[in-house]
Nanobody, 115 residues
Framework: QVQLVESGGGLVQAGGSLRLSCAAS????????MGWFRQAPGKQRELVAT???????NYADSVKGRFTISRDNAKNTVYLQMNSLKPEDTAVYYC?????????WGQGTQVTVSS
């Protein structure tokens, strides 16, 4: 089992910044990709960004140029730096990883951007 614990959400004004963190623990053998998804009220969960163990990244078009994903492999931790936040970024943000065919999700952290 892998546990993911997120932190760093909160309330911020439009144009502001937040940094999310997600630490993986437990029986970690071969985690490659880690990432962030988000789900706004009444909407489906959507990909925000992913990063491989080799630091290759992928971003949703809606966050390119504003969000940066990074990771510390030694700490099994992934980060999401969110700049120039917009009200439409308001959502619950979930950390994600997979190992040996199993998907793992964090409990989610609320990000609210006020206009």
């Amino acid at each position: 089992q892998v546990q993911l614990v997120e932190s760093g959400g909160g309330l911020v004004q439009a144009g502001g910044s937040l940094r999310l963190s997600c630490a993986a623990s437990g029986m970690i053998f071969s985690i490659n990709a880690m990432g962030w998804f988000r789900q706004a009220p009444g909407k489906q969960r959507e990909l925000v960004a992913t990063i491989t163990r080799g630091k290759s990244t992928n971003y949703a078009d809606s966050v390119k140029g504003r969000f940066t994903i990074s990771r510390d492999n030694a700490k099994n931790t992934v980060y999401l730096q969110m700049n120039s936040l917009k009200p439409e970024d308001t959502a619950v943000y979930y950390c994600y990883t997979a190992q040996l065919g199993n998907d793992y999700w964090g409990q989610g952290t609320q990000v609210t951007v006020s206009s």
